[in-house]
């Protein structure tokens, strides 16, 4: 059974920045595809950004320019910086990993962008 455990989340001024990681075990494969989703109160999960195995980006244009997802193979693990953060990015942020077998979702961390 795959597990995906997160960290990094916390609370932060606006403007500042916070990095996430998540890291998933479980597989003797290494995953297709890692993202980040978040979800604010009310609203539904959304696409922050994703990373294929192979590389390759794609992110929601509200954080283009201001947030970098990165991974490192190795160890299954996937990374977002996020920088110049703004109050609207507050959310529940949750990491999905997915492999030939199906997706899997972390247990979320919180994000707070307030002064």
């Known amino acids: 059974q795959v597990q995906l455990v997160e960290s990094g989340g916390g609370l932060v001024q606006p403007g500042g920045s916070l990095r996430l990681s998540c890291a998933a075990s479980g597989s003797i494969f290494s995953s297709n595809v890692m993202g980040w989703y978040r979800q604010a109160p009310g609203n539904q999960r959304d696409l922050v950004a994703t990373?294929?195995?192979?590389?390759?980006?794609n992110y929601a244009d509200s954080v283009k320019g201001r947030f970098t997802i990165s991974r490192d193979g190795a160890k299954d693990t996937v990374y977002l910086q996020m920088n110049s953060l703004k109050p609207e990015d507050t959310a529940v942020y949750y990491c999905?990993?997915?492999?030939?077998?199906?997706?899997?979702w972390g247990q979320g961390t919180q994000v707070t962008v307030s002064s």
């Open positions: 999905l990993a997915v492999y030939s077998n199906g997706g899997y």
């Open positions: 990373i294929t195995r192979g590389g390759t980006t």
